[in-house]
């Protein structure tokens, strides 16, 4: 069996190593199949009707003392947000608002999307839920959870017998 040496720039998600080029934008095929399904199917509201919504993505970071959770939330006011802590387990939910088309424009495009989000994601460790600071910049979300003092590695000496 013989290796093939590792090139740098590689891609590491399946979709990006299929098709390079083509009418797809680089993708293949399937991969856009998929993902325009998993689209409409989130959709999909629990009594069948379609919704709009719109995908919220974030980051989690972990240091000693806290987790931090950066969410990209362009256009949503501070107050149309709302953060949770129940537990190990984070909720972040908000709207954004619907813009009203004007009447007089012929729109030749629309692709921005309003509507309702909703992230509920696990918690790595316990928090101190009394001290979750929020804060909404420039269309950035920073929640920054400190860790509970359960939660922080506590260390012992060890002492000789008496």
């Known amino acids: 069996m013989t290796t093939t040496p590792a090139v740098r720039g590689t891609a590491t998600r399946p979709e990006q190593s299929l098709a390079r080029s083509g009418p797809f934008g680089g993708r293949a095929p399937f991969w856009v199949l998929r993902n325009e399904m998993d689209n409409l199917m989130s959709r999909f509201s629990g009594d069948g009707s379609l919704t709009q919504a719109f995908d919220a993505l974030l980051d989690m970071s972990e240091t000693d003392d806290e987790i931090e959770v950066r969410m990209d939330v362009p256009g949503i006011q501070p107050e149309e947000i709302e953060v949770e802590v129940t537990g ?72 000789p017998k008496f």
């Open 88 to 159: 190990n387990t984070l909720l972040i939910t908000g709207e954004r608002k619907e813009e009203k088309e004007e009447k007089s424009k012929t729109y030749h495009r629309i692709e921005r999307t309003s509507g309702s989000f909703s992230r509920s994601m696990t918690l790595p460790c316990e928090v101190d839920s009394d001290q979750v600071l929020a804060e909404c910049d420039k269309g950035v979300l920073t929640v920054l959870l400190p860790k509970s003092n359960l939660s922080k590695p506590h260390k012992i000496t060890v002492k």
